[in-house]
């Protein structure tokens, strides 16, 4: 859960392109990765850097929601407040940029909280339209799921009619005895051209048939399978996701995780699949039995969903 001024990173679990052509997805906080906010003129020993970079961040985020109409957001934002409190206040950040975790997501979070009054009190859906314009200035475009998601501090399920539902989700207790792992291809990609390159390819009627009658579909039953709403097994449709993916999803997967995408294929031993847009760190799930293997061959490398 969300802690007082601290804000997880994010995993979408399901759902990475999907949401962008209308699909469903389910996201989860975690809490290994985050943003904390940090108070005070005093800066710890080794941390002047990372404060000043902080600063600058939340001046450039400052000067651009002072440029948005004041109808743009839900819940308006005090700007003399942010403005008094800009040298001030600083955020504290462990979470790897480029790796689908969210770290422009947990930001647009914190000064969400810090200068936007009113904003805990919003529906979803009004705070998701507002942390997507507040992330928009890291990205030009952004659905606000990821900074929703670290807001929250709890999973959240995205249906295909646009509700957005906070559920109850253990990550360590999918059904089946599967456990998800993040795994580091290495490779840090940029979002923005491999969502050009995504929407680009949906002007393909072919492409755009597959993504709304295969993989949608994929998507969704997974996540009904993993919230025990359906008797199928998450891993074989985890399976069934990484298989689309190299398939059709080439651009987004390292070079460094090729191999590895194909031995999980062929061994059946795991499957990995994207977290995120690309690169960084790939997601993968496998059954319990194999994690002592799996932690042994890539020790640091593997991270458990916990």
Same mark, same amino acid.
């Given at each position: ?75 308006? *934002? ?5 403005? /008094?409190?800009?040298?001030? #206040?600083?955020?504290?950040?462990? =979470?790897? $940029?480029?790796? @689908? ?103 393909? *009627? ?5 993504? /709304?009658?295969?993989?949608? #579909?994929?998507?969704?039953?997974? =996540?009904? $399978?993993?919230? @025990? ?78």
């Amino acid at each position: 859960m969300k802690g007082a001024g601290t804000y997880p990173s994010k995993i979408m679990l399901v759902g990475e392109y999907g949401m962008v052509a209308g699909g469903s997805a389910l996201t989860i906080p975690f809490n290994r990765y985050y943003v904390r906010v940090r108070r005070g003129g005093k800066i710890p020993g080794g941390k002047a850097g990372e404060a000043k970079l902080s600063r600058k961040t939340m001046a450039g985020l400052f000067r651009y929601i002072s440029s948005l109409p004041p109808c743009s957001f839900h819940a308006a *934002p005090d700007l003399e407040l942010f403005s /008094r409190q800009m040298g001030k #206040v600083w955020l504290e950040m462990n =979470i790897p $940029a480029g790796c @689908g975790l969210g770290s422009s997501g947990a930001v647009s979070a914190a000064l969400y909280d810090l200068f936007f009054p009113g904003s805990d009190s919003t529906p979803l859906s009004e705070q998701k339209a507002d942390l997507a314009l507040i992330e928009s200035y890291f990205h030009r475009e952004s659905p606000g799921v990821a900074a929703l998601t670290c807001h929250a501090g709890t999973s959240l399920r995205f249906r295909e009619d646009g509700t957005i539902q906070k559920v109850d989700f253990e990550p360590a207790a999918i059904p089946g005895g599967y456990r998800f792992f993040l795994l580091d291809s290495g490779i840090r990609f940029d979002t923005g051209p491999l969502v050009k390159h995504f929407l680009e390819n949906l002007e393909d *009627p072919e492409f755009a048939d597959s993504i /709304r009658n295969e993989y949608l #579909v994929i998507n969704r039953i997974l =996540i009904e $399978a993993l919230l @025990g709403e359906r008797e199928a097994d998450p891993g074989l449709l985890v399976r069934a996701l990484s298989d689309y993916q190299f398939r059709n999803f080439r651009r987004m997967i390292p070079d460094s995780v090729l191999d590895l995408w194909i031995e999980g294929q062929v061994s059946n031993e795991f499957y990995l699949k994207l977290n995120g847009s690309g690169g960084g760190f790939m997601l993968g799930i496998t059954h319990t039995t194999s994690t002592g293997p799996l932690e042994q061959r890539w020790k640091e490398q593997v991270i458990w969903i916990e």
